[in-house]
């Protein structure tokens, strides 16, 4: 379950300019939003009257604090739309408006990673000027294994897992079922797929919550080339079974199936 910590947005007096004629230096559309980099230097932006938007996006890990702050430089009201996306359809969207010169607000949230986008615009139509956006992350690894320590606690009760080891025996390791989205102490959550029917290239698996997976097939398991034949989405809160069908499985004599957890950026 997704669980979203409210926004905290501070306001303070406002710094009203002239306008200006900026460039439109971001794209205005979300699907082509600027990648920005975590705990990486402040970026300046200039935002346009009317139309225009500036779009910005991260990738959002579970079970980690985000911090997103603007500051104003010169333009003096903004609306804010944030959007947190997986397999590009949005779990949650919410818009808010501040008065510069400062506001942030923060979030976590259980399940899997999610591309995250963030909307720059003119509240009123009429502002025109500069602002800087930041993007901030808090996430303790006390071990230095690469595991979120609230990962790590919410499912064995301490941090002292290996990334290596498997301790439900289910085949995988705590820093795969960490990536997959599994439960790491409990062998009956593992991603792997449960059954196919040769007939009709039917492919069955266990899901995680709001996970997606990559479907692809070979002639051969040795050496083999991979090739992706299909997408599927567990769209809901818990787990599911997803079953998806090879439409070109029976004009092949003997194929091999695997499935592929991809990264949140992926198209």
């Not at 303070?12 to 004629?21: E, K």
């Not at 997959?180 to 492919?203: D, M, Y």
């Not at 083999?224 to 599927?232: F, P, V």
């Amino acid at each position: 379950m997704i669980r979203w910590i409210p926004w905290a947005l501070f306001a303070v007096l406002a710094s009203p300019v002239g306008a200006i004629d900026f460039p439109d230096d971001v794209s205005d559309r979300p699907e082509t939003a600027l990648l920005l980099a975590v705990n990486q230097s402040v970026i300046q932006k200039a935002i346009e009257p009317d139309t225009d938007q500036d779009w910005f996006a991260f990738l959002a890990q579970p079970y980690v604090t985000y911090t997103v702050t603007v500051q104003s430089v010169s333009a003096w009201d903004m609306g804010v739309t944030v959007s947190a996306l997986l397999d590009g359809l949005p779990v949650m969207t919410t818009n808010s408006a501040f008065t510069p010169p400062t506001a942030r607000f923060t979030w976590s949230h259980t399940g899997p990673p999610l591309t995250v986008q963030i909307g720059m615009r003119s509240l009123f139509s009429f502002t025109t000027g500069t602002y800087s956006l930041a993007v901030s992350a808090t996430e303790t690894d006390l071990d230095g294994d690469n595991l979120p320590d609230a990962w790590e606690m919410a499912r064995f009760g301490t941090i002292t897992n290996t990334p290596g080891g498997d301790p439900d025996g289910d085949g995988m390791t705590t820093w795969n079922e960490y990536g997959s989205g599994t439960h790491p102490a409990q062998s009956s959550s593992v991603l792997r797929v449960s059954a196919i029917g040769p007939e009709a290239g039917q492919v069955s698996w266990n899901a995680a919550p709001y996970a997606r997976y990559r479907i692809q097939q070979s002639t051969s398991i040795l050496h083999a080339a991979w090739t992706d034949t299909g997408r599927s989405t567990n769209t809901t809160s818990g787990a599911a079974t997803l079953q998806f069908i090879d439409p070109g499985a029976a004009a092949i004599t003997s194929l091999y199936y695997r499935l592929v957890v991809p990264d949140p950026l992926e198209p």
